[in-house]
Nanobody, 120 residues
Framework: QVQLVESGGGLVQAGGSLRLSCAASGRIFSINYMGWYRQAPGKQRESVAGITEGDRTNYADSVKGRFTISRDYAKNTVYLQMNSLKVEDTAVYYC??????????????WGQGTKVTVSS
């Protein structure tokens, strides 16, 4: 019933900006956590940023000060504003959420992924 749909990836020059979005749909009671992970070729998936239901945020050291995560509770959507992009930010970015469905069943969900390519 629940799924995550991501958008906003693309090709951008170093120093530029992108805004990623991830919308959760389905019969949702609450979303305890939403966050972003990324995976570069040949590397492990790593956490980039996360936000709780209380709007507490966490960022990886590599993106702190450049990326901002936020939520729109009415739209069940999480955003990742990425500024001052670097070549090393190139990766597939995945949305992740801990969702309590209307049935009271809790599960961890992943989006399909959206590719971000930063060129020099």
């Amino acid at each position: 019933q629940v799924q995550l749909v991501e958008s906003g990836g693309g090709l951008v020059q170093a120093g530029g900006s992108l805004r990623l979005s991830c919308a959760a749909s389905g019969r949702i009671f609450s979303i305890n956590y939403m966050g972003w992970y990324r995976q570069a070729p040949g590397k492990q998936r790593e956490s980039v940023a996360g936000i709780t239901e209380g709007d507490r945020t966490n960022y990886a050291d590599s993106v702190k000060g450049r990326f901002t995560i936020s939520r729109d509770y009415a739209k069940n959507t999480v955003y990742l504003q990425m500024n001052s992009l670097k070549v090393e930010d190139t990766a597939v970015y995945y949305c992740n959420a801990h969702i309590v469905a209307a049935t009271a069943m809790t599960a961890n969900y992943w989006g399909q992924g959206t590719k971000v390519t930063v060129s020099s």
